[in-house]
């Protein structure tokens, strides 16, 4: 992982988003760009492509297929109060997203919920560490202070990736299966 490039993210009031190559750990190279409303076959087939498991964790249930609504909801971003990335791979002349980190920012826009999931054969090579931390200097260049992932209790991987990532954990008040895992971001020095 090219863990010395931060992010830069303009200073426009539509924010235009730079795309970035990364190495993960077995030195694959990744795109990691913006994801569109463009996106939204890809996204349908991504989300359809993971593991019952990994649906399971992302949406904290089961989805099978997504509904129009919710790949509306998923791809059609205003890149203020809401942010998304994909990993894309060429296969086969195609993009293929083998990854997606996202947050959307509550009314106040000083807190966002968080979500990253990489698809089952991504996983283990540094992918989801490489989308978040891209997520997270986003967030600090909004302003955002805080950055919150509702997650299930029984997801280690997500509980690892946030601890590295120095996120809290806490058992959800409202719902023991699930835990909340938390990050105050601190302004760039």
């Known amino acids: 992982m090219n863990a010395t490039h931060i992010p830069a993210v303009p200073e426009t009031p539509n924010r235009t988003y730079p795309r970035w190559i990364e190495t993960l750990r077995d030195r694959t190279k990744i795109l990691i760009r913006p ?13 359809e492509g993971l593991s019952d498991e990994a649906r399971h964790y992302r949406f904290l249930g089961q989805v099978k297929s997504p509904s129009d609504s919710l790949l ?5 971003l205003d890149y203020v109060h809401q942010v998304a990335f994909a990993a894309v791979v060429n296969d086969n002349l195609h993009d293929r997203i083998v990854g997606v980190s996202r947050f959307s920012t509550d009314a106040s826009s000083v807190h ?7 698809t089952d054969d991504w996983q283990h090579k540094g992918l989801g560490t490489v989308l978040m931390r891209h997520l997270i200097a986003v967030a600090r260049s909004l302003g955002i202070k805080r950055m919150v992932s509702i997650d299930d209790a029984q997801n280690v991987q997500m509980r690892e ?6 996120f809290s954990c806490r058992v959800d008040p409202d719902d023991p299966t699930q835990v909340i895992h938390e990050l105050t971001i601190q302004p760039q020095a």
């Open 72 to 76: 509306r909801q998923l791809t059609e």
């Open 112 to 118: 966002c919920e968080c979500a990253v999931t990489v």
């Open 161 to 166: 990736l946030a601890s590295y990532l120095g």
């Open 35 to 47: 994801l569109t409303a463009d996106d939204r076959n890809a996204e349908k087939a991504f989300i």
